[in-house]
């Protein structure tokens, strides 16, 4: 169907409720038409993601309850077991996130499946846990993550509590497409599905569970715990649980954004709510600065991801980026467990093909090995999974260069609250020694090499910017740059066609010959193409040199192709 007769049959149609036309009737920019309807909203691995309003290709009660279809009858193919084992389902501060819970808990109980509801917003990795701690066969996070706020999503998550991998993403996507209307989706009454004990409401039990697993996670307790830290959560779900076990481990000095504290689905005052971007840290900062805190700390609104400033000795803050961030929690979290004698036997890191090479170089020295996955912690938690089977290694952390982290096993995704937990007792250890965490870095490049990354993001929307994604990676792979500078292209990995450990995906990355690479993807979950830069230098200049010339050339090349 052409999406003009789609947009007519949505106005056509009684099924769809009133304000849903009056919606569609107001439109009139004919592409505004075409990107609503001319394609559905695409079930992935990630599940769905995107911006709300009417239409096929956008974030709406109708899209929400076929993907929640697609899903129930995925559990009832797997038996009446799996249908008694349920769902469990959370949702973050975003708009219309708990009415899109609600109805897919009631499309769940329309189809006879249990489900677990949470009674107000949490933190994503709190979904990961209830469904490793409830036993459920999966579990529904309602979170657009850090997009802008037109955006809304929905992830599914399956036993392991870790996000589908391709072949439930596939029996899903298969039931969807086997949906011939809307009308033909179960769904049952909010009031009957609890009365029936098919919706189960889960609260404040499960939150304590986790604080307390939470703090057992520690490594040190003999640290300064009055290391003045400045928290914002960005009117997302982490203000709450880092709060709290932040306190409960004792510090003494965290600070809140008070414009940033409560959960607001506008984001008024930070716009992109993605703390990735240094601009995200405004508030953040002027108050550290009024402070002097050590440590600024930002987690993204459904609190899965976090990035940190550091005061310098120029008095204000400089922010690291993801492998920063994550080179430091590896050499503090092996270095103290090296020096305690309380690492694993066969330990192990996991980190992303476009995460950079010095947590693998510093996990060397401790004996711990680094495992590649694709892009994605459903890939990296995917491996954890594994060795719980086979037990040939250890899970120790997981990480990717888009700043998020995970240590140990309790959750199986990224998580924000044990990753600000640890960065606080790392600042707190180190305080102690009299030295910052910007110290810490430097003694690092120092043994281990300098090191600089880059990631850009070139954004390219609708229809054509779909199309013209595909036609920048189209030409890069069929042409590669084969110099940059002084630096030869050495090998050329690509994860679509290539046979790797990783796996397969749309994954374009050039190593060139004095150890520098880049790698060059579309996202996954925005209209976006990403460039990754990682360069090693001799200094830290020459490191920064690198990355300005391999972002020089390569972005050029991207951007000459219309």
């Given at each position: 169907?052409?999406?003009?007769?789609?947009?007519?049959?949505?106005l056509d149609d009684?099924?769809?409720?009133?304000a849903?036309?009056?919606?569609?009737?107001?439109i009139?920019?004919?592409n505004?038409?075409?990107?609503?309807?001319?394609?559905?909203?695409?079930?992935?691995?990630a599940g769905?993601?995107?911006?709300?309003?009417?239409?096929?290709?956008?974030?709406?009660?109708?899209?929400?309850s076929?993907a929640?279809?697609?899903?129930?009858?995925t559990?009832?193919?797997?038996g009446?077991?799996?249908?008694?084992?349920?769902?469990?389902?959370?949702?973050?501060?975003?708009?219309y996130?708990?009415?899109?819970a609600?109805?897919a808990?009631?499309?769940?109980?329309?189809n006879?499946?249990?489900?677990y509801?949470?009674?107000?917003?949490?933190?994503?990795?709190?979904?990961?846990?209830?469904v490793?701690?409830?036993?459920?066969?999966?579990g529904i996070?309602v979170?657009?993550?850090h997009?802008?706020?037109?955006?809304?999503?929905?992830?599914?998550?399956w036993?392991?509590?870790?996000q589908?991998?391709?072949?439930?993403?596939?029996?899903?996507?298969?039931?969807?497409?086997?949906?011939?209307?809307?009308?033909?989706?179960?769904?049952m009454?909010?009031?009957?599905?609890?009365?029936?004990g098919?919706i189960?409401?889960?609260g404040?039990?499960?939150?304590d569970?986790y604080?307390?697993?939470?703090?057992?996670?520690?490594?040190?307790?003999?640290?300064?715990?009055?290391?003045?830290?400045?928290?914002?959560?960005?009117?997302?779900t982490?203000?709450?649980?880092?709060?709290?076990?932040?306190?409960d481990?004792g510090?003494?000095?965290?600070t809140?954004?008070?414009?940033?504290?409560?959960?607001d689905w506008?984001?008024?005052t930070?716009?992109?709510?993605?703390?990735e971007?240094?601009?995200?840290f405004?508030?953040?900062?002027?108050?550290?600065?009024?402070?002097k805190?050590?440590?600024?700390?930002?987690?993204?609104?459904?609190c899965?991801?976090?990035?940190?400033?550091?005061?310098?000795?120029?008095?204000?803050?400089?922010?690291?980026?993801?492998?920063?961030t994550?080179?430091?929690?590896?050499?503090?979290?092996?270095?103290?467990?090296?020096?305690k004698g309380t690492?694993?036997?066969?330990?192990?890191?996991v980190?992303?093909i476009v995460?950079?090479?010095?947590g693998?170089?510093?996990?060397?020295?401790f004996?711990?090995?680094?495992f590649?996955?694709?892009?994605?912690?459903?890939h990296?938690?995917?491996m954890?999974?594994?060795?719980?089977?086979?037990?040939?290694f250890s899970?120790?952390f997981?990480?990717?260069?888009?700043?998020g982290?995970v240590?140990?096993?309790?959750v199986?995704?990224?998580?924000?609250?044990?990753?600000?937990?640890?960065i606080?007792?790392?600042?707190g250890?180190?305080?102690?020694?009299?030295?910052?965490?910007?110290?810490?870095l430097?003694?690092?490049?120092?043994?281990?090499?300098?090191?600089?990354?880059?990631?850009?993001?070139?954004v390219?929307?609708g229809?054509?910017?779909?199309q013209?994604?595909?036609?920048?990676?189209?030409?890069?792979r069929h042409m590669?740059?084969?110099?940059?500078?002084?630096?030869?292209?050495q090998?050329?990995?690509?994860?679509?066609?290539d046979e790797t450990d990783?796996?397969r995906?749309?994954?374009?990355?050039?190593?060139m010959?004095d150890?520098?690479?880049?790698a060059?993807?579309?996202?996954?979950?925005?209209?976006?193409?990403?460039?990754?830069?990682?360069?090693?230098g001799k200094?830290?200049k020459?490191?920064?040199?690198?990355v300005?010339?391999?972002?020089?050339v390569?972005?050029?090349?991207?951007?000459?192709?219309?």
């Amino acid at each position: 169907m052409e999406y003009r007769e789609r947009y007519q049959s949505w106005l056509d149609d009684p099924y769809f409720d009133e304000a849903t036309k009056a919606e569609l009737r107001a439109i009139t920019d004919e592409n505004e038409i075409e990107d609503r309807f001319y394609q559905d909203l695409e079930f992935g691995t990630a599940g769905l993601r995107g911006k709300i309003g009417a239409g096929t290709n956008r974030m709406n009660n109708y899209t929400i309850s076929l993907a929640t279809q697609g899903l129930a009858q995925t559990i009832i193919n797997h038996g009446e077991k799996a249908m008694k084992k349920g769902v469990a389902i959370a949702y973050d501060v975003r708009q219309y996130s708990d009415k899109f819970a609600e109805i897919a808990a009631r499309v769940l109980a329309g189809n006879g499946i249990k489900v677990y509801l949470f009674d107000d917003i949490r933190p994503t990795p709190m979904l990961s846990y209830t469904v490793r701690r409830l036993g459920t066969i999966s579990g529904i996070v309602v979170t657009a993550s850090h997009n802008p706020k037109e955006y809304n999503g929905y992830k599914v998550y399956w036993e392991e509590g870790s996000q589908i991998l391709d072949d439930i993403a596939d029996e899903i996507l298969n039931e969807i497409d086997s949906i011939e209307h809307f009308r033909d989706i179960k769904v049952m009454e909010l009031d009957e599905a609890k009365s029936k004990g098919l919706i189960e409401i889960i609260g404040g039990a499960i939150d304590d569970e986790y604080n307390d697993k939470l703090l057992n996670m520690a490594i040190n307790d003999d640290i300064d715990k009055s290391v003045k830290i400045v928290f914002t959560p960005l009117n997302g779900t982490g203000n709450i649980p880092v709060r709290r076990v932040l306190k409960d481990r004792g510090f003494t000095d965290i600070t809140v954004v008070p414009e940033q504290e409560n959960p607001d689905w506008t984001f008024a005052t930070v716009g992109y709510p993605n703390p990735e971007d240094t601009k995200a840290f405004k508030y953040a900062r002027n108050l550290g600065l009024k402070v002097k805190a050590d440590v600024l700390l930002a987690t993204d609104p459904d609190c899965d991801r976090v990035a940190i400033g550091v005061l310098n000795d120029n008095g204000d803050y400089t922010y690291l980026n993801g492998n920063q961030t994550g080179a430091l929690l590896i050499y503090y979290i092996l270095s103290q467990r090296f020096e305690k004698g309380t690492l694993p036997e066969n330990p192990a890191i996991v980190k992303s093909i476009v995460t950079g090479d010095l947590g693998k170089a510093i996990a060397k020295k401790f004996g711990v090995t680094t495992f590649e996955t694709l892009t994605g912690f459903k890939h990296i938690c995917a491996m954890a999974n594994e060795w719980d089977i086979t037990e040939a290694f250890s899970f120790i952390f997981g990480y990717e260069e888009s700043i998020g982290y995970v240590y140990q096993d309790l959750v199986r995704d990224k998580d924000a609250v044990v990753s600000s937990m640890m960065i606080a007792e790392m600042a707190g250890f180190y305080k102690k020694q009299g030295l910052s965490l910007l110290n810490v870095l430097e003694k690092i490049y120092e043994e281990f090499g300098y090191y600089s990354e880059k990631q850009i993001s070139i954004v390219l929307e609708g229809v054509e910017g779909q199309q013209r994604i595909k036609r920048m990676m189209d030409d890069i792979r069929h042409m590669p740059v084969e110099s940059i500078g002084e630096m030869m292209l050495q090998k050329t990995v690509d994860y679509l066609s290539d046979e790797t450990d990783a796996g397969r995906s749309n994954v374009l990355k050039y190593y060139m010959d004095d150890g520098s690479w880049y790698a060059i993807r579309p996202s996954g979950t925005e209209p976006k193409i990403k460039l990754y830069i990682y360069s090693k230098g001799k200094s830290e200049k020459d490191a920064k040199d690198k990355v300005e010339l391999i972002e020089k050339v390569v972005r050029h090349r991207m951007e000459s192709v219309e």
